[in-house]
């Protein structure tokens, strides 16, 4: 479960412990020392779980970072490749410490964006440095 689904539950179970400890209280007998004990206990447990499902709702989440990091990792394998002209995809995978797999994926990716026109031999798993696009991409 995603931190923003756990905090929409967390804020939804807040609000109807909310209505149940309200009707409750609105049905107690008012004049009694208990009905603010009564009050204190069913909001003081409904107010922090409210306030942790906005907190989880409303935190970044890391997949959001991901596509940002994703475009940092294939920006260091051009730069890379791009210094030593040529390197096998486990040599990539290593200097980005990242799987051999994401190595392939950043790859395709680039190809498809044609932003990467040097050459891959897929059969050997080496990839060769060619001249990119990627230089005229300014960097954030």
Known sequence: MKKTQLGL??????????????????????????FALRG????GVIVPLIA????FYSRPQAEEAEPESF??????????LRSHHQMTFSEAAQQLAVS?????EMVNQL???EIFNGEVDWQKGI???GQTLIDDIPND
Request: proline share 0%; glycine share 10%; charged share 15%.
């Open 71 to 80: 475009v940092r990792q294939q920006r260091e394998l051009m730069d890379t």
């Open 9 to 34: 539950l967390l804020i939804g179970l807040g609000f109807i412990l909310a209505i149940s400890g309200g009707l409750y209280l609105a049905a107690s007998d008012f004049e009694t020392s208990a």
């Open 52 to 55: 942790v499902g906005i907190y």
């Open 127 to 129: 990839l060769y440095a």
């Open 111 to 113: 190809i498809t964006l």
């Open 40 to 43: 204190v206990i069913v909001f």
């Open 100 to 104: 051999e797999e994401a190595v392939v």
